[in-house]
Each structure stands twice: as C-alpha cells, then as structure tokens.
C-alpha cells in the first residue's frame, strides 16, 4: 500500500486581487509514493512544489481531491486528528528553521518535549540522534556557531525525533554549497536505508535527484507532467520541460550552434549513438567500428550512471568509405539507437 496516495488533487486560491482570476496552484494531481522509496519532486518556481508538500503535511486543506497518508484519508480528518499524521511526518527547510535561543540539543529534544516524552527517553533518543548526524561534539553549540551544512544536519535530526516515517524536504539543500550538499544529501539516504524513512524531496536542481532520488515527478503549471523511475526519465524524457531538467545534468545531443563548432573542428560523418543500460555495450560498438576499418574520434557526450545503471548519448566523427560506414552505422543500429546528422 502507498504511504502517501493523491488522487486528482487540486488547490486553489483566492485571487490576489479583484478581478483576477483564482490562482491554481495544484491542477489535478494524482500520485503514489511506497514506503521506502526516495520520491523526487522537481519544478520550476512556482510550479506547485511547496504547496503540494504543505497539503500532504496538511498545513492547509486541499480544494478537492482525496491524499491519504498511511493508508488514512487527510482532506476530511478533523484537526484533532490531523496533529498525529504531523507527528508521522517529519520536515525540513531551506533555512533550516532551527531555534537560534536554544542549543543544538534542546533543537533536537523539542520536538520530543511536545510529544510528551519522558526526560530519560528524550536523552537517549538526543544522544543517539548527536551520533547519526555527526554532531555529538555540538550539542552545547547554538545554531549561529554551525556551518549550514551543520545546520542541516540539526535540522535532520530534529525532523526524525519522534521516528516519523516520512520526511519531507523542501529545498533542503537549495542554501548549501555543493560538497555540502552532497554531504546532506550521504545523511539523507542514509536515514532512509537505516531508519527505512519515506522521503519526498522538493527541488528545483536535477542533480539532488539524480544523487538522491528513486523515482521523480516532473512539476509545471501545478500539474505533474512526467513521473516515473529515475532512470527513465533522466535516460528518456518525454516532456519538453523534463527534456530541459534532464539537461542540465546529462549532456545529451549537441546543439545547432555546437554542431557548427563540431563541424568545423573536425571532419567526417557526425552520428549520434544513445546507450541505455541493457543495450550492447560501447565496447561492441566500437569494437564493430574498428572492425570494418574506420576511424573514429569520440567528439561531444558522455555517460551517466543512475543508481549503478549506465546511459548516455556519445556523438562520434566518422571517417571511411561512405558504403563501409553505412554498412556499420546498420549493423550498430540493431543494437543501439543511432542517428546521424545530415
Ligand atoms: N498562500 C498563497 N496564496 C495565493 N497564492 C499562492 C499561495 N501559495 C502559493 N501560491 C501560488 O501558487 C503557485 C504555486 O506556488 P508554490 O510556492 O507551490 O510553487 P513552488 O513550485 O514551490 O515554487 P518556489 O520554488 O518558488 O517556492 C504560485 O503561482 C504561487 O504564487
């Protein structure tokens, strides 16, 4: 069963003004997430992202629809209710929102304090908490003598206090350098491979999904455009919004204007060969080329692995008599997808 179902959600609000329309920030959402999995959300500003985090925490109700969490349906649960779905989610921020009065331990024991844990439990669970994130050397420090990536780290063992099953970060790491990012996001997985917690991860940069993220949906106008597994969509996007996002981490095809550089620089036939894991391998390819006695120089491209799992899109200049390259580039194209430039 799905720890977290929408089903044709939607979300609007008042208009801003009058005479202006109501503005829809969510337009018929429906998706599933399973326990365990890493679930990318990513859009542009203003595609919906933090509204859509702030109706499955239910910060605020949704317009229609049905969301259940955990198997129970939140958009008609009263708020009595609704205070223990929150305490099964656990969340993080941008800014990290720590209290910068308290210690990163009274950070970490708050959430705790407002469950009602007894002050032996809230010791251990603090301490152990300390240990996970790396900070048992920081529990007197107050936030302002933390690095963000440090701040971070608080704000992650804070959100997981109370043992939530599902975490939800929101631009997380939007405020982080990228080694610290990478850093936040090493604790990420390692909270949702040791602790089994749910994650969503909301994000406007394709490269905390792909370091991160089991399964991703692609936002725009409220609407999710493209969802599906992480390999999927970096390795075949469909969208023209999602084909911009896998962009920006995966080079791809060359551009008009990095053909005519290509061109220039280098002679022969220009082909295109896209691999996807499960394909023959680039050493059968090459291996074919070489065979048939012509030359070869790898000019733009590259290949990317998604969880342990290889694709990629490999330009090459070919040089040989024209009836032995087409012979070839047929013989390559049973095993492979291969387009030439004209
Ligand atoms: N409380 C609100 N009242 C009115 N309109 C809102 C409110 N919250 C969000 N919106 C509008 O809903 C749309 C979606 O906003 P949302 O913040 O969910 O997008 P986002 O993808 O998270 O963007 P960002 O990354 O910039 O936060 C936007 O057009 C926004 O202006």
Same mark, same amino acid.
Do not use: C
């Given at each position: 069963?799905?720890?977290v179902a929408?089903r044709?959600?939607?979300?609007?609000y008042?208009a801003?003004?009058k005479?202006a329309p109501p503005?829809?920030?969510?337009?018929?959402v429906?998706?599933?997430?399973?326990p365990?999995?890493?679930?990318g959300?990513i859009?542009?500003s203003g595609a919906?992202k933090?509204t859509l985090?702030?109706l499955?925490n239910?910060l605020?109700?949704a317009?229609?629809?049905s969301?259940?969490?955990?198997?129970?349906?939140?958009?008609?649960?009263?708020? %009595?209710?609704?205070r223990g779905?929150r305490?099964?989610?656990?969340m993080?921020?941008q800014?990290?929102n720590? #209290?910068n009065?308290k210690?990163v331990?009274a950070n970490?024991a708050?959430?705790l304090?407002?469950a009602?844990?007894s !002050?032996?439990?809230?010791?251990a669970?603090?301490?152990?908490?300390?240990? #996970?994130?790396?900070?048992?050397g920081?529990a007197k420090?107050?936030?302002?003598?933390?690095?963000g990536?440090? !701040?971070q %780290?608080?704000g992650?063992?804070r959100?997981?206090?109370?043992s939530?099953r599902?975490l939800?970060?929101?631009?997380?790491t939007?405020?982080?350098?990228?080694?610290t990012?990478q850093?936040v996001?090493?604790l990420?997985?390692r909270?949702n491979?040791?602790?089994?917690?749910?994650?969503?991860?909301?994000?406007?940069e394709?490269d905390?999904i792909?370091?991160?993220?089991?399964?991703?949906?692609v936002?725009d106008?409220?609407r999710?455009?493209?969802?599906?597994d992480?390999f999927?969509v970096f390795?075949?996007p469909?969208?023209?919004s999602?084909?911009?996002f896998?962009?920006?981490?995966v !080079?791809?095809?060359p551009?008009?204007?990095e053909?005519a550089v290509?061109r220039?620089?280098?002679?022969?036939?220009?082909?295109?060969i896209? #691999? %996807?894991?499960g394909d023959?391998s680039?050493?059968?390819? #090459?291996?074919?080329?070489?065979?048939?006695?012509?030359e070869?120089?790898?000019v733009y491209?590259?290949i990317?692995?998604?969880q342990? %799992?290889?694709?990629?899109?490999?330009?090459?200049?070919i040089?040989?008599?024209d009836?032995a390259?087409?012979?070839?580039?047929a013989?390559?194209?049973?095993?492979v997808d291969?387009t030439?430039?004209p």
């Amino acid at each position: 069963m799905a720890l977290v179902a929408l089903r044709n959600v939607t979300k609007t609000y008042p208009a801003p003004e009058k005479g202006a329309p109501p503005v829809v920030a969510i337009d018929g959402v429906s998706l599933e997430i399973e326990p365990g999995d890493v679930y990318g959300i990513i859009g542009y500003s203003g595609a919906g992202k933090s509204t859509l985090v702030r109706l499955v925490n239910a910060l605020e109700p949704a317009t229609s629809g049905s969301i259940e969490v955990d198997g129970r349906e939140i958009t008609t649960m009263p708020e %009595r209710e609704l205070r223990g779905i929150r305490l099964g989610i656990g969340m993080i921020f941008q800014q990290f929102n720590l #209290f910068n009065s308290k210690t990163v331990w009274a950070n970490i024991a708050y959430p705790l304090q407002v469950a009602g844990a007894s !002050k032996s439990e809230i010791s251990a669970r603090v301490a152990e908490l300390l240990e #996970f994130v790396g900070l048992a050397g920081k529990a007197k420090n107050y936030p302002d003598q933390l690095s963000g990536g440090q !701040k971070q %780290r608080v704000g992650i063992a804070r959100a997981l206090a109370t043992s939530p099953r599902l975490l939800l970060a929101d631009e997380a790491t939007s405020a982080l350098d990228p080694e610290t990012t990478q850093e936040v996001l090493e604790l990420l997985k390692r909270v949702n491979r040791e602790f089994g917690v749910t994650i969503i991860v909301i994000t406007h940069e394709m490269d905390v999904i792909q370091s991160i993220a089991t399964k991703v949906a692609v936002m725009d106008g409220g609407r999710v455009i493209e969802h599906g597994d992480v390999f999927d969509v970096f390795s075949n996007p469909q969208n023209p919004s999602s084909q911009r996002f896998v962009g920006t981490v995966v !080079k791809g095809t060359p551009s008009p204007a990095e053909l005519a550089v290509l061109r220039e620089r280098h002679e022969g036939r220009i082909v295109t060969i896209s #691999f %996807r894991d499960g394909d023959a391998s680039q050493a059968a390819v #090459f291996v074919a080329l070489a065979t048939a006695g012509i030359e070869f120089e790898l000019v733009y491209g590259g290949i990317n692995d998604i969880q342990g %799992r290889a694709f990629g899109h490999l330009t090459l200049a070919i040089r040989g008599a024209d009836a032995a390259v087409d012979a070839v580039l047929a013989e390559i194209s049973s095993r492979v997808d291969v387009t030439e430039v004209p």
